[in-house]
């Protein structure tokens, strides 16, 4: 079709070193360093509209190792580590589907552990506290959609 998918060297056929991938639109999908075919080192990769999607290390093509997670809009989604393409250990922030955040915490093992805030879906708190393997552990205040303590404990 003539248009250009990626600039790399090539060693046994296999893409390697420095590479920059295009989309079907021409614009940089990726950036970073290959080894025998596959992603790895740092790279970082690009929504559609052009803002990072992902910048961290690549081991044997899967995210491991530090990296940030950005949404479409820009905003950060995840800031840690990756453990063979898992969001394994850092700090997720979720959000609904019309961007208002629904969790902001710490996360190990790919699951809510230690310090979180879930969120209503008007933006206001619903609960605060401790988690462990994703579920509230411990103390914790959990609050109605008007922002009424509902309970603490």
Known sequence: DGALHFEARVESGQAHGPITAYDENGNVSFKGHWDKGKPHGLCTTYHSNGLVEFQ???????????????????????????QRGVQWQGRLVTYYADGARSFDGLTMSGKAN????????????????????????????QYRPDGKLEFDG
């Open 114 to 141: 230690g310090l979180g805030k879930e969120y209503h879906e008007n933006g206001r708190v619903f609960f605060e506290g401790h988690y462990v393997n994703g579920e509230w552990h411990g103390s914790g205040k």
């Open 56 to 82: 961290g290390q690549y081991e044997n093509g899967v995210r491991h190792g530090n990296g940030k997670q950005y949404r479409s809009d820009g905003r950060l989604e995840f800031d840690g580590q990756f």
